[in-house]
């Protein structure tokens, strides 16, 4: 997991990042497994600066990796088995919460309580870990898609066409919320810990 071969540079979206190669090696693994002769292998290199997109920070220092634009995607189990039983209702098969690739899902909330959330606070061993939710994650057509097989279909997109349009995105379709780390970015959150929250209302 240390190695760094050579510096290189990769493009995410518009920006042009600073990463490092991780060798012949890797990159013949994911080729072979991919089948797509070429496939390099990097990681980013921790000297680089990616920030978030200040309109939803604000003056918050928040950068990111190679995520889309923010380091973490926080969803709720609440808000997938509502989606589930609306999914069901059409006479369409539940969806799993991977279609959404969250870093972090949240329980014992009610549906679409994230939307409205401001921050949330962690306790760990090594101190506490504080998030922002600052934008609403508008979807893609890659939930449609199933990972397990790699399979298309149209679910669950269509059904959260009827009834996720955001006006905060300019109706965009959302499910889940973008979020920065504003304290605790070298501590460990791990499954079942306690979580606190804040709305944005409180």
Known sequence: LDT????TRVQVWRDIVKAFDMGDLAAQWFSDCL??????????DPDQQRPSDPRWV?????????ADGYPLL???TASLADLNARIEAVG??????QRFRPNLVLDGLHPFD?????TLRFETDEGPVVLRLVKPCVRCSVPDVDPDDASVGTEPGA????FRSDPRMDGGITFGMNAVVVEGV??????GQAVSGRFAFD
Request: aromatic share 4%.
């Open 74 to 76: 926080v969803c709720n």
């Open 114 to 118: 994230e939307d409205a959330l401001s």
């Open 159 to 162: 059904t959260m066409a009827r």
């Open 186 to 191: 070298d501590r460990v959150l791990r499954v």
């Open 92 to 97: 369409g098969s539940a969806v799993a919460m």
């Open 4 to 7: 760094a071969e050579a510096p």
């Open 58 to 66: 604000g003056e918050l220092a928040a950068g990111t990796a190679f």
């Open 35 to 44: 089948g797509l002769p070429g496939t390099r292998l990097v990681r980013f």
